[in-house]
């Protein structure tokens, strides 16, 4: 069963908490969730094209996480981005530009839109951006171990207690496709205390889809 239940989905209320937070009518329901699908997407593209500027050296994905709060009369939004030097600078002006273009989206009347971009500290230590990384090595063809090691050598230096990274597809460009996992220190998916953090990638390359999945032990 542990191979089959998302890692987080299993330990929300004990060590995961959950990316969205508000109260809705049962008949309002849905429409909650289209708002938050709605600023996830906007935000998410708005830094991919408006402010490529913003990636990292190696050409990564800033953007870590995204937390939603909702009330009454206010939408929070807690951005959890990779710092850079340029970053600092357009601060103010992300948040602005976000603002205007979130709320002329989803037509808010009654309730305003405050943004607050966080710094993570240790950006290894997120799956994402591990995945990130493993995505843009393997699409500039580099060799599938090569890139493994490489993410995990990155991970340690963050202090973490153990990485398991697997990956299948048309790994390295073989005619079959296979699937490929390391470990490195622990894993315990079984054990419900233990915090783990997930993260699923999928990326296109020449030779087809290539997934990855990454689990991180803090």
Request: net charge positive.
């Amino acid at each position: 069963m542990g191979k089959k239940i998302n890692p987080l989905g299993l330990r929300l209320g004990i060590t995961q908490s959950h990316h969205s937070f508000w109260f809705e009518n049962p008949l309002f329901f849905s429409r909650g969730l289209r708002e938050d699908e709605i600023i996830r997407d906007f935000i998410k593209n708005y830094v991919k094209k408006t402010h490529k500027i913003l990636f990292t050296s190696e050409g990564i994905d800033p953007l870590c996480n995204i937390l939603i709060k909702k009330r009454i009369d206010f939408i929070k939004v807690i951005i959890y981005i990779v710092f850079s030097n340029i970053l600092k600078k357009f601060r103010l002006r992300i948040i602005k530009e976000l603002q205007i273009n979130i709320t002329k989206n989803l037509k808010l009347i009654n309730r305003k839109l405050y943004i607050v971009i966080k710094k993570v500290e240790k950006p290894y230590a997120q799956p994402n951006i591990i995945a990130e990384y493993i995505a843009l090595q393997l699409n500039n063809r580099v060799s599938f171990i090569k890139v493994i090691q490489r993410a995990i050598e990155l991970t340690e230096r963050s202090g973490i207690k153990g990485i398991q990274v697997k990956v299948s597809g048309r790994i390295d460009g073989k005619d079959i496709a296979r699937i490929e996992w390391i470990r490195e220190g622990r894993v315990p998916l079984q054990t419900i205390r233990a915090r783990i953090d997930h993260c699923s990638h999928i990326i296109r390359t020449k030779y087809g889809l290539i997934g990855i999945k990454i689990w991180i032990y803090l």
